[in-house]
Nanobody
Framework: QVQLVQSGGGLFQAGGSLRLSCSAS????????MGWFRQAPGKEREFVAG????????SYADSVKGRFTISKDNAKNTVYLQMNSLKPEDTAVYSC????????????WGQGTQVTVSS
C-alpha cells in the first residue's frame, strides 16, 4: 500500500504562484510515474502533469504548459507542482497519483487539496 500525502493549496490571486507537494510512503518509485490531476466544480477530473520517476520525463496538459512545472526529489520521495501565472480557471481540487509506468490505471491517490484563484 502506498500513501500519498499532499501539502500546499489555498486562496491565491490571479498572476500569483504556489507549489503543491506530494510525499509518498513507498521506499522507491523506480518504474513508476507520478502525476497531478485536478477537478473543478461541475467538471470531470483532468490530467495536469506527470513525471516518470526513472529518467524524469515530464508531460503536461496544454492548458498548463509554460506555467506549471512538475519536479521530484528522489531523496524525499516527493513530487512537486510549481504553479505560476495562476488563472481563475486553475481553481480546482488538485490530487497527486501514482501508477506503474506500464499501467494505464492510476493506483494510488493523495487526499486532494483545494486551490482557489481569484481574479
Amino acid at each position: 500500500q502506498v500513501q500519498l500525502v499532499q501539502s500546499g493549496g489555498g486562496l491565491f490571486q490571479a498572476g500569483g504562484s504556489l507549489r503543491l507537494s506530494c510525499s509518498a510512503s513507498k521506499g522507491t518509485f523506480t518504474g513508476y510515474t507520478m502525476g497531478w490531476f485536478r477537478q473543478a466544480p461541475g467538471k470531470e477530473r483532468e490530467f495536469v502533469a506527470g513525471i516518470r520517476w526513472s529518467g524524469g520525463t515530464t508531460s503536461y496538459a496544454d492548458s498548463v504548459k509554460g506555467r506549471f512545472t512538475i519536479s521530484k526529489d528522489n531523496a524525499k520521495n516527493t513530487v512537486y507542482l510549481q504553479m505560476n501565472s495562476l488563472k481563475p480557471e486553475d481553481t480546482a481540487v488538485y490530487s497527486c497519483a501514482v501508477r506503474r509506468d506500464s499501467a494505464y490505471v492510476w493506483q494510488y491517490w493523495g487526499q486532494g487539496t483545494q486551490v482557489t484563484v481569484s481574479s
